[in-house]
């Protein structure tokens, strides 16, 4: 299993990773030895793959806090909020999490709420339309776009969506349908949250929002270029 920063930014922007959910029994077990009572009690309530990748996603969450914090990844002072939202209480930092089969994002910021999601890119169908997620600004927007253009746009408006949600604490109860979003790649403004796109594989689309800790203002950052790092769990397990 190996993190990689997935972008960087100037301060204040956030960090994000990168994080390969496919690993061995053995690495699947000792991640597994870094969560809490809880932790391991939530990711037992899914099926396999779905406990498999709770569980290293937030091992790798875990590892990443440790370092910033200088803390044993047992002691990382991360919860969870009853709607499922990670934090940390007693830091200025802020976190979130999102997973796609076997790709996971995690973002930390300091100062910033923050909230990431990451989606493969579906085909385009008519019926979404109706689905009753999109803005009415969305849906003309989209329709307005050559077809072979709106599976990514379309994917786009949802990662944008779940990230501002994320970031808010509610997710889809938040109401996605009242967010308008930028439906080009060049991300933006969406209520006081500002959004941008981040470098993803070719088949999937990932966004970034992030907003000040009081919600009041909308901080002002740039996603930078990737960098080449890597974590590996097989090498912490040695």
Not at 28 to 42: I, N
Not at 98 to 127: F, K, Q, Y
Request: charged content about 20%; some cysteine.
């Amino acid at each position: 299993m190996t993190c990689q920063p997935a972008g960087g930014s100037a301060v204040p922007g956030p960090r994000l990773w990168w994080v390969d959910l496919r690993a061995d029994d053995g690495v699947v077990a000792y991640a597994e030895g870094l969560l809490t009572d809880g932790e391991r009690s939530r990711a037992r309530r899914g099926v396999p793959a779905v406990h498999r990748r709770r569980v290293l996603l937030r091992a790798a969450l875990r590892s990443l806090l440790a370092a910033e914090l200088g803390v044993p990844a047992q002691e990382a002072p991360v919860t969870t909020t009853p709607a499922g939202r990670p934090e940390l209480p007693g830091t200025s930092l802020d976190v979130s999490c999102s997973a796609d089969g076997a790709l996971g994002l995690v973002a930390l910021a300091t100062g910033l709420r923050v909230g990431v999601d990451v989606e493969t890119i579906a085909p385009w169908d008519p019926a979404v339309l109706d689905e009753g997620w999109l803005h009415p600004d969305e849906r003309a927007e989209l329709t307005a776009l050559p077809v072979e253009a709106r599976p990514t746009a379309l994917t786009r408006c949802w990662t944008q969506k779940e990230a501002v949600l994320k970031g808010l604490g509610t997710g889809l109860g938040g109401g996605p349908a009242r967010l308008r979003t930028p439906v080009g790649p060049g991300g933006g403004e969406v209520s006081r949250w500002t959004v941008r796109a981040v470098p993803a594989p070719s088949d999937r689309v990932a966004s970034v929002a992030t907003s000040s800790l009081d919600g009041r203002h909308r901080p002002g950052w740039q996603t930078g270029a990737v960098r080449p790092s890597t974590f590996r769990w097989r090498e912490a397990t040695a």
